[in-house]
């Protein structure tokens, strides 16, 4: 943290850098590519992917909105000076294994922490992965449930979030 109370990521390879104001925008520079990922779903609505959505401009300099309001998303159009933003940084600083609870099922054991999902909903199909594992006894259950957390682990949030071990 900087003396002003600003977090700073510096990338040297790509001379990028992103600074987190004190309940302001996010600073970008460097040139710093910007683009949208959608969620792709299959014919049962499903996620399956993630696919190309919007590309931005590039920029040598943008500020991106943190506080949600803006009008101009993703860029910050100073909503957060009229709503008196707090940013705060409320990240849990505990260990996965902390923060996780167990699922047990017959053949399968999902341990599961909340705070870690990006909301993308890829661990979903056929039930869930969690009523997956409670039926891991079923061999298709146990099957689905293992690709669908490791689907969701790839392509969500990245490793971590979800782990797994067979009884």
Request: proline share 4%; charged share 30%; net charge positive.
């Amino acid at each position: 943290m900087t003396k002003n109370g600003e977090y700073s990521i510096e990338d040297s390879r790509m001379s990028c850098k992103v600074m987190v104001s004190r309940d302001g925008p996010y600073l970008v520079s460097g040139n710093l590519p910007l683009a949208e990922k959608i969620i792709v779903s299959d014919a049962e609505g499903n996620p399956v992917k993630w696919g190309e959505g919007r590309h931005y401009p590039d920029q040598e300099k943008y500020d991106l909105c943190r506080c949600g309001k803006s009008a101009n998303k993703p860029y910050c159009d100073k909503t957060h000076t009229k709503i008196v933003f707090d940013g705060t940084e409320t990240a849990i600083r505990k260990e996965y294994a902390e923060q996780a609870h167990t699922i047990s099922g017959p053949n399968l054991v999902l341990t599961d922490a909340h705070a870690f999902c990006a909301a993308a909903r890829f661990c979903h199909r056929a039930g869930g992965v969690w009523k997956l594992t409670e039926n891991s006894h079923d061999t298709k259950s146990r099957e689905i449930a293992i690709q669908e957390t490791w689907t969701a682990l790839r392509k969500a949030s990245g490793l971590g979030q979800r782990d797994w071990k067979t009884n």
